[in-house]
């Protein structure tokens, strides 16, 4: 049984001659501790899909099933970074994650939430910013929060949407690097919303593309056959990175061209630019 299901899901919001449909005939099985990133256009619904799954709207159609049960809301098990920190800026760092894991477990005494909040936020990094709040930090220092505190809380699934999106290259890269060392730990199951194709192919087993809508559906799924850990700095002479690459863009510009072609439409591509990732890191 796939740890988390979609079952013909879709998404329409209004009704009649302003209906917007969204998502339609979405299928996705994804298996406990497998790392599935989704690459998509820009608006072609990536934030609804994370949304569904999240259980923060529900379909117009379809089921959506976590370890076997119909996804009615969100739950502590399926752990959310968004692109956007969602960082509360009156408290500070250890605060911020101190009442996530204190609403995710409310059984615990003080001392305890403490010791796991020094944990997480060791883990990325940051514990000499601990006392800080969010105006203190950089824009890859609060993402570091948003990780630790998405993990702090335990959740059995990691559900990522575009999380590195805003940061510049280098804060991008190491930050790759970390979500992967945390992730190896235990291999929680982790789905990754991305415009990033690269960033795809580098951290997931499998990348699926999302074509845009209006009736959005995901594509065929593209596996990614290199082994882990894997090299930044070698994945560029890398023939089986070449080539799913090379697969995945074709695809994603074929699809392109047909809706833009269908619809008079212009839409953002996902980030095709060749790119060096020695360059870069």
Same mark, same amino acid.
């Given at each position: 049984?796939?740890?988390? =299901?979609?079952?013909?899901?879709?998404?329409?919001?209004?009704?009649?001659?302003?209906? #917007?449909?969204?998502? #339609?005939?979405?299928?996705?099985?994804?298996?406990?501790?497998?790392?599935?990133?989704?690459?998509?256009?820009?608006?072609?619904?990536?934030?609804?899909?994370?949304?569904?799954?999240?259980?923060?709207?529900? /379909?117009?159609?379809?089921?959506?099933?976590?370890?076997?049960? /119909?996804?009615?809301?969100?739950?502590?098990?399926?752990?959310v970074i968004f692109q956007?920190?969602?960082?509360?800026?009156?408290?500070?760092?250890?605060?911020?994650?101190?009442?996530?894991?204190?609403?995710?477990?409310?059984?615990?005494?003080?001392?305890?939430?403490?010791?796991?909040?020094?944990?997480y936020v060791a883990m990325?990094?940051?514990?000499?910013?601990?006392?800080?709040?969010?105006? =203190?930090?950089?824009?890859?220092?609060?993402?570091?929060?948003?990780?630790?505190?998405?993990?702090?809380?335990?959740?059995?699934?990691?559900?990522?949407?575009?999380?590195?999106?805003?940061?510049?290259?280098?804060?991008?890269?190491?930050?790759?690097?970390?979500?992967?060392?945390?992730?190896?730990?235990?291999?929680?199951?982790?789905?990754?919303?991305?415009?990033?194709?690269?960033?795809?192919?580098?951290?997931?087993?499998?990348?699926?593309?999302?074509?845009?809508?209006?009736?959005?559906?995901?594509? /065929? =799924?593209?596996?990614?056959?290199?082994?882990? /850990?894997?090299?930044?700095?070698?994945?560029?002479?890398?023939?089986?990175?070449?080539?799913?690459?090379?697969?995945?863009?074709?695809?994603?510009?074929?699809?392109?061209?047909?809706?833009?072609?269908?619809?008079?439409?212009?839409?953002?591509?996902?980030?095709?630019?060749?790119?060096?990732?020695?360059?870069?890191f």
């Amino acid at each position: 049984m796939a740890y988390l =299901e979609l079952n013909n899901v879709s998404k329409t919001y209004g009704k009649g001659a302003s209906a #917007s449909h969204v998502l #339609s005939n979405i299928n996705l099985s994804i298996n406990e501790g497998e790392f599935v990133a989704i690459v998509g256009f820009t608006g072609s619904g990536k934030t609804t899909l994370v949304n569904l799954i999240n259980g923060l709207i529900t /379909p117009t159609k379809g089921d959506i099933l976590f370890k076997g049960k /119909p996804v009615t809301g969100t739950s502590h098990e399926r752990g959310v970074i968004f692109q956007n920190y969602s960082l509360l800026p009156w408290l500070t760092v250890g605060q911020n994650i101190y009442i996530a894991v204190k609403e995710a477990f409310p059984k615990l005494k003080k001392q305890e939430i403490n010791t796991m909040v020094s944990k997480y936020v060791a883990m990325v990094n940051l514990t000499p910013a601990l006392n800080k709040r969010p105006k =203190e930090l950089s824009g890859g220092m609060r993402q570091r929060v948003a990780v630790a505190r998405a993990l702090a809380m335990k959740p059995e699934m990691i559900v990522m949407d575009e999380p590195l999106g805003a940061l510049d290259a280098l804060t991008r890269g190491n930050l790759q690097d970390e979500i992967l060392k945390i992730w190896g730990q235990d291999k929680r199951t982790a789905l990754l919303i991305t415009n990033d194709v690269d960033e795809g192919i580098y951290m997931a087993d499998r990348i699926i593309p999302l074509c845009p809508g209006p009736n959005a559906t995901l594509g /065929p =799924e593209f596996k990614i056959n290199i082994e882990r /850990p894997r090299d930044k700095t070698e994945l560029n002479d890398n023939p089986e990175f070449k080539h799913t690459r090379n697969a995945i863009i074709e695809y994603l510009m074929d699809i392109g061209d047909k809706r833009k072609s269908a619809s008079k439409k212009e839409y953002i591509l996902p980030n095709l630019e060749p790119k060096s990732f020695i360059s870069q890191f």
